[in-house]
Nanobody
Framework: QVQLVESGGGSVEAGGSLRLSCEVI????????MGWFRQATGEERERVAT??????TTYGDAVRGRFTISKDNDKTVYLRMDGLKPEDTAMYYC???????????????????WGQGTQVTVS
């Protein structure tokens, strides 16, 4: 059974920083894509940042220049969030795609596994 274990969320003041972590467990092969999406109350889930198997990254317009996605092995991904704003408040979800699962890494449809989410609140 594949699981995505997220951590690092919390409450922070505007201008502060947080670092989210996500580890994929139970996937035999390395995922094709991993990333972070977020969903604020009453809003659709949106892309924050993604990274593929060769390290190519993409960012949503709202976070580009403030957030950085990285990985230190093929099954753990991080999201460094600097300059946080109240509008960054949301549940942050980490998805992963199995190696043969199709779709673009920067689209929600490109993922077949999702974590439970970690809350980020900026005041």
């Amino acid at each position: 059974q594949v699981q995505l274990v997220e951590s690092g969320g919390g409450s922070v003041e505007a201008g502060g920083s947080l670092r989210l972590s996500c580890e994929v467990i139970g996937l035999v092969d390395s995922p094709r894509c991993m990333g972070w999406f977020r969903q604020a109350t009453g809003e659709e889930r949106e892309r924050v940042a993604t990274i593929d198997s060769v390290g190519f990254t993409t960012y949503g317009d709202a976070v580009r220049g403030r957030f950085t996605i990285s990985k230190d092995n093929d099954k753990t991904v991080y999201l460094r969030m600097d300059g946080l704003k109240p509008e960054d408040t949301a549940m942050y979800y980490c998805p992963a795609s199995s190696p043969r699962f199709g779709g673009r890494c920067d689209f929600r449809s490109g993922y077949n596994y999702w974590g439970q989410g970690t809350q980020v609140t900026v005041s």
